[in-house]
């Protein structure tokens, strides 16, 4: 059996029913279960637990009320704070969701997204809700249980330069990475976990629209142009989506894409996309893909917007 540490499991939780299958039977879980940093759900009350079974966990359009174990804590708690034990037999909890995004969102330039976390479990397990629950929780409105759970809201940005940038004006243009960074940071100081939760800081971002590496050069015979198949050779930059075009910076850009030249390219740059995601926080999962090639250079930032020129092994940061 892996060891896991004690800090990493939130030991002793218990079900009515409702929240989970058991996979060997097919029919509701009720009963004591445990649950890892990772998400993963196991019944018994620790890893520990003889026979332990993985559980499916279910995501029901129906509110679940809560069942409080009668634990010494709990007892405790109750003694302290008995108006809310109402709620702990009576609320439900609010459901996890997933944003979707309009037009207009875009056109704003950014979003509010709402969260919730248990405060009786350690580590936080966080999930995201919508504004309805998010207003009923913080104004103690009852539908939910506010005694369980607390909540905060984020403000996020989903367009704009992927790093902050300055014109030759001296005037700063946020970016999508340093704000949304810059946000998440000021938000994990009341709201602990959340940073861990909101570690993709272009999720939503419009991935087209995005130069990840600028100042990259080819003497050619490495990349050719998609319209007519003709060797390229000069300077070159990636997009997010891993698109590969022409000109140092996409201003500089005559709207070529290009392509790698073979195989061997085309692994290369995988990773350096990885590597370059991975340092603004976004998916480093990445599969390398004919729209990608790499040098073995150093990734730098370069905030001004002014190119870096380099010999045939350079690489740049993020940014219009």
């Known amino acids: 059996m892996t060891y896991i540490p004690k800090s990493l499991v939130n030991n002793g939780l218990y079900t009515a029913g409702g929240e989970f299958t058991d996979p060997n039977t097919g029919l509701p879980y009720k009963g004591y ?15 520990n637990s003889p026979n332990p079974i993985t559980l499916v966990r279910n995501y029901s359009t129906t509110q679940k009320n809560n069942y409080i174990v009668p634990t010494p804590e709990n007892i405790n708690y109750s003694e302290l704070q008995p108006i809310n034990q109402e709620l702990y037999q009576s ?6 969701m997933f944003p979707t995004l309009t037009g207009k969102d875009y056109q704003r330039g950014q979003i509010i997204r709402y969260f919730a976390k248990k405060r009786n479990i350690n580590p936080p397990s966080i999930i995201e809700i919508n504004k309805n629950s998010f207003t009923d929780l913080n104004s103690n409105k009852g539908r939910y249980n506010y005694a369980l759970w ?10 704009g330069p992927l790093k902050d940038s300055l014109n030759a004006n001296g005037v700063k243009t946020s970016g999508i990475v340093d704000t949304n960074k810059r946000l998440v940071e ?19 971002a419009v991935k087209s629209e995005l130069t990840l590496i600028n100042n990259l050069y080819t003497g050619g015979d490495e990349l050719t142009v998609k319209l007519d198949n003709s060797n390229y050779s000069g300077y070159y930059h990636i997009m997010a989506d891993q698109k590969i075009m022409d000109g140092a910076t996409h201003r500089q850009s005559t709207g070529k894409v290009l392509l790698a030249g073979d195989a ?38 370069n905030i001004s917007g002014t190119p870096v020129v380099r010999q045939p092994s350079g690489g740049g940061g993020g940014g219009y």
């Open 33 to 47: 279960y445990h649950e890892t940093f990772t998400g993963d759900v196991s019944s018994g009350k620790t890893p």
């Open 91 to 96: 609320s439900g909890d609010p459901l996890p």
């Open 150 to 159: 607390t909540v905060t809201s984020v403000f996020w940005k989903i367009s």
């Open 186 to 204: 000021t938000a994990e100081k009341n709201f602990k976990g959340i940073k861990q939760y909101l570690s993709d800081l272009t999720q939503f």
């Open 264 to 301: 061997l390219i085309s692994n290369q740059l995988g990773g350096l996309i990885q590597k370059a995601l991975g340092e603004i926080g976004a998916r480093t999962d990445v599969a390398p893909t004919n729209n990608s090639r790499t040098l073995q250079t150093q990734l730098e930032n």
